[in-house]
């Protein structure tokens, strides 16, 4: 019976070379290691499946096999995209016939580093970048907003399965070197880009917009009107013409499209005269006129912020804060109608 | 809107390969964008079903399984939201906020799944001191199964139930209620990325949130530039993320050697 204090195996003769077609299949199963996900070993049932076909070459005699499947059974859990890396290593490690509690060790300190490189590249790289441009496509109601995100996607998902399968079963244990050299460089420059590109879906992405106005009381203009009639009744107009007409040299008004006012005799009796109306129009303070000329998409870049201090500062969870989206919604609309929706 | 059982048994079809799909194979069929466009296709307004899957999946950008967190559930969520949408007629920003209870459901569903399946890694453990690889895949292909069901299951209900219930509800909301839900569902996406942020921030990154955002503001106010905007702030971002990267691997090695060769060459 096999136990997980066992520290050797029975055979330890290297194993032959695992054929190509064999790496493959693994890759392939790998795309279900979280298929009996649980929360007591997370991905451990799924990490032996995808590579037991391995395992089945590798450990001829029964036993050993029974051993490799006890210890593979183990706690486990890894980013799914990034699991062939840590499949190749181990199965290098079980051709070789290793002691067991070194290959225990390769697979557990794997599990930190490749989790934060796999969230870097994919969540916060790959997808903001792909999903963001396709869900654009798609609410545009173009069809291929869906089908390009799932080619980008599986393109670079199934390239780095199948690379990495290959690359770290040939590499061994010198992989791991050669990935921790550079991994830290590598997580921030994912983050860089990650970064950048939700500064650019703030942006892009953030129709929000308060589109309230404030009344600010009522300004007056002249609307200019032009009329002939007889020289002796132009008297009587005289102060819709001028601002002030008893002065010696009296100015003419002007409207608010730039006309001015004036008398124009036509020396046949008559006279063209161009006079003002006086209208009263409201006046509005246009709120997101004044929040654009301070920064466009400012509604948008507040929220964000806002949101993002709640979630880091203040142990805010996801829920909480699509909950608290959904209240500034409404209460920003004016629930019962108790004050005009801000939403415009 | 009536419903004939052909579309019944291909939303269960999709929700239970979306289902697994959220955790196994793709990984990326179940995205709302993608089952968005599916489902809409399924109940005849492909349109509809394009705009709600794709609004929702810029809800869900940061709303991933990022460093084994459970987010509220995007399978369950997307098909509810493109569902309502299409059946109700409601406007996609709506939909979305309306589909919200649902995919927190699925949340909790997810939860208790996962909880339930802890008892078998028992019979897994003697199926490997037996050395019996084909009880090891069994127990994978079941647990797949199963989540599917319970998936399936679920938001079949929903729909079949959705449908006329729903509408009664739907003719109920007064305006402000609506014009708040649309409002807010446009507002979902900044949860989206202010999770994001949360996880890649810190005091070195601020920088290039900034950086993107005031470029975004050039590009998208440009208007030759303004449709492909994303794809042209994307390779931007790219060439300053592997220009700091050559910075730190080749460079960043040699870079002092070089600072004290130039002390020494007194420049």
């Known amino acids: ?344 | 809107m009536e419903y004939s059982a052909l579309q019944v048994i291909l939303v269960f079809i999709v929700t239970f390969i979306a289902a697994i799909d959220q955790f196994s194979f793709l990984e990326s069929l179940y995205q709302p964008i993608v089952t968005g466009m599916v489902i809409g296709l399924i109940l005849g307004d492909v349109q509809t079903g394009l705009i709600v899957g794709g609004t929702y999946q810029l809800m869900t950008i940061g709303n991933m399984p990022i460093g084994g967190a459970q987010p509220p559930n995007a399978v369950i969520g997307g098909i509810m939201a493109t569902v309502i949408a299409i059946s109700l007629g409601l406007e996609p920003n709506i939909a979305v906020a309306t589909a919200i209870p649902f995919s927190l459901l699925g949340q909790y569903g997810v939860t208790l799944i996962f909880t339930l399946m802890s008892p078998l890694m028992s019979v897994a453990d003697k199926y490997a001191a037996e050395a019996n690889p084909e009880g090891i895949e069994r127990i994978n292909y079941l647990s797949m199964t199963l989540l599917g069901l319970v998936f399936g299951i679920v938001v079949t209900l929903f729909f079949i139930g959705g449908a006329t219930m729903g509408q009664a509800v739907v003719d109920a909301i007064p305006l402000w209620l609506s014009n708040g839900l649309s409002a807010a569902g446009g507002m979902m996406r900044f949860v989206g990325f202010a999770i994001l942020l949360k996880f890649m921030m810190n005091r070195d990154m601020w920088g290039f949130y900034f950086l993107g955002f005031g470029l975004a503001l050039v590009v998208t106010n440009t208007a030759a530039l303004a449709t492909p905007a994303l794809l042209i702030l994307a390779l931007i971002g790219f060439g300053i993320a592997y220009w700091d990267y050559q910075q730190r691997t080749q460079l960043g090695g040699s870079a002092p050697a070089r600072f004290d060769g130039g002390e020494e060459d007194g420049i």
Not at chain 1, 74 to 81: K, L, Q, R, Y
Not at chain 1, 131 to 150: D, E, H, R, V
């Open chain 1, 1 to 344: 019976m096999a136990s997980n204090d066992q520290t050797e195996y029975t055979n330890l003769s290297t194993a032959p070379d695992l054929d190509q077609k064999t790496l493959n299949k693994m890759a392939w199963r790998s795309c279900f290691l979280q298929a009996s996900f649980n929360y007591e070993r997370m991905q451990a049932a799924g990490w032996l499946y995808s590579i037991l076909p391995g395992l089945e070459k590798i450990h001829t005699d029964k036993d050993d096999l029974a051993t490799a499947m006890t210890h593979n059974m183990e706690f486990f859990n890894i980013h799914p995209f990034l699991v062939t890396f840590a499949m190749g290593l181990v199965l290098s490690m079980e051709q070789k016939k290793i002691d067991i509690p070194t290959i225990r060790a390769v697979r557990v300190s794997l599990m930190g580093p490749l989790g934060g490189i796999g969230d870097a590249l994919f969540w916060m790289t790959l997808v903001p970048i792909s999903a963001g441009i396709c869900s654009n496509m798609a609410i545009g109601g173009s069809i291929f907003g869906p089908i390009l995100f799932l080619i980008i996607f599986n393109a670079v998902q199934f390239a780095l399965r199948f690379g990495l399968m290959n690359w770290s079963y040939k590499m061994g244990m010198d992989a791991l070197d050669s990935l921790m050299a550079s991994m830290k460089a590598f997580t921030r420059a994912a983050s860089i880009l990650g970064v950048f590109v939700v500064g650019c879906l703030t942006v892009a992405m953030g129709p929000t917009q308060i589109n309230a106005v404030i009344p600010n009381g009522t300004t007056e203009s002249y609307v200019a009107h032009t009329v002939t009639l007889p020289t002796e009744e132009v008297d009587g107009m005289l102060d819709m013409v001028y601002a002030d007409p008893s002065a010696a040299e009296p100015t003419a008004l002007v409207s608010a499209d730039g006309i001015s006012a004036g008398v124009n005799d036509l020396g046949n009796g008559y006279a063209e005269v161009t006079y003002m109306e006086k209208v009263t129009s409201p006046v509005n303070i246009s709120i997101a006129n004044i929040l654009d000329s301070i920064c466009p998409k400012l509604v948008p870049l507040s929220i964000v912020m806002l949101l993002y201090y709640l979630f880091s500062k203040k142990n805010f969870t996801p829920m909480k804060g699509i909950v608290l989206v959904l209240i500034i919604g409404i209460l920003g609309a004016g629930p019962f109608g108790l004050w005009p929706s801000i939403w415009g």
